[in-house]
């Protein structure tokens, strides 16, 4: 009994310090409805999260003040499963690297697709994907920027029904995504490489 007291201990241990330990990131790609469908669909990920960040207000809404702020996912990974370059070369992919305006048919700054980096080893990483993107579309001006991360701030509350959007509301979503011209676009990019 004691043994299995200990055990049981010991796997309640085990389980929180694998979720504490969860390797995490976080990107920018215009709606985050359409990073989080993405990403989850991506092996080894394990939770997506939408919110914002990159901005110096504290708590913003979606549909209140967000200003300086990019809609972006914070996404957990399991880095025996799926590395960060795999996270960054899904990422490019499913992106419109060129737009300085925002992604697809949302504009403005909280569309804005960009990286954000915990550390120098992901700066380096993010930023030799960056330079194997640029080198692929020499014709072209690759805008998404390599940021420090900042504060994560995910969507809560009452607007809560943002996360898993895709999931809870697929007419929707897929009705905005098609009219968008998300899925189109990233055709026109990335040709075979799209992972939808």
Known sequence: MKYQRILFLLTILLIFATNALADKTILAGGCFWCMESDFEKLGGVTDVVSGFTGGTLKDPTYNGNHEGHYEAVEISYDSNLVSYQQLLDHYWVNIDPFDDRGQFCDKGHSYLA??????????????ESKRRVVAMFPDQAVVTPILDQSTFYPIKGSESYHQD?????????????????RDQRLKAIWGEKVTH
């Open 165 to 181: 959007y895709y999931k809870n509301n697929p007419f929707r979503y897929k009705a905005y995504r098609w009219n968008c011209g």
């Open 114 to 127: 960009a990286i954000f980096v915990a550390n120098t080893s992901e700066r380096t990483l993010a930023e």
